[in-house]
């Protein structure tokens, strides 16, 4: 394993070098290092190509600038987690149903925190899990709340694929179910990333007002019918409100 990877490890060494150097030379690379010239050169060319370095013009390196996005991002999810959770935590001993946390990652979603232990049946959720944006009720809540050029943008390019009986395929049913999430404040899904399962969701934002994360109550269908779905949806709007007020949110 280790010698697949050599050259990964090789060039996070040099990486590392920078925590407690705020720029280098390249002999001093080299020194540090204890890395043969030549494959420090090849490593720096492409650590400096992909961004994650840069040669200033008296020929020492530097972090490249996509250490800020990479910063920034830690920064903003751990943020979200760390105030989210004892919120989930009060939601969760409420409606004894499990609780997710998602944050967006590109074109998915991405499971950060989840608390289910409460809950008699289990889903199988996971931290660190992913699903597209359009199917699934946290999901598709994050994407319901981005601006609409983006929405366009995303449901032209996706390919509706189905996870479960309920997983929504037709582009303009899509569109309904966003619009219908715009006005409602949350949105719902049932059997959608699995069969017998339902969700309701509610966005999270920040500071700026854009959306950046969503949080659900999860559980099996049979408990997301009829009066408990008014009920669950005042209860995590609640939870998404009281998070996204820690984020800096105000209501226009």
């Not at 990964?8 to 290092?33: C, G, K, P, W």
């Not at 032209?156 to 009986?165: D, N």
């Not at 934002?205 to 659900?216: C, L, M, Q, R, T």
Request: with cysteine; glycine share 6%.
């Amino acid at each position: 394993m280790y010698s697949k990877n050599k050259t990964v490890v090789r060039s996070m060494d040099i990486l590392n070098l920078f925590i407690d150097h705020a720029q280098l030379t390249f002999q001093e690379i080299i020194d540090l290092s204890g890395i043969p010239k030549t494959s420090v050169y090849r490593m720096l060319t492409s650590l400096e190509e992909l961004g994650f370095l840069e040669k200033g013009t008296d020929s020492k390196y530097r972090l490249g600038l996509i250490f800020l996005n990479f910063g920034q991002l830690v920064s903003s999810r751990l943020d979200i987690r760390q105030f989210a959770l004892p919120i989930m935590q009060e939601l969760h001993d409420d409606v004894d149903e499990a609780i997710n946390l998602i944050v967006k990652q590109g074109n998915e979603a991405m499971y950060i925190e989840k608390i289910d232990i409460n809950q008699k049946v289990r889903l199988y959720t996971a931290i660190g899990r992913r699903s597209p944006l359009y199917a699934g009720a946290c999901s598709r809540v994050i994407l319901s709340f981005l601006p609409a050029i983006e929405i366009e943008k995303y449901i032209e390019s996706v390919e509706l694929k189905p996870f479960a009986m309920g997983t929504i395929t037709d582009k303009v049913d899509l569109y309904k179910a966003i619009h219908q999430a715009q006005k409602d404040g949350y949105t719902i899904s049932h059997s959608e990333l699995e069969n017998y399962t339902s969700a309701i969701a509610a966005p999270i934002f920040d500071h700026k007002g854009d959306v950046i994360a969503g949080i659900s109550i999860a559980g099996i269908e049979a408990n997301y019918q009829n009066e408990n779905v008014p009920i669950f949806a005042e209860k995590i709007k609640w939870a998404a409100e009281r998070i996204s007020e820690k984020l800096g949110y105000t209501k226009a």
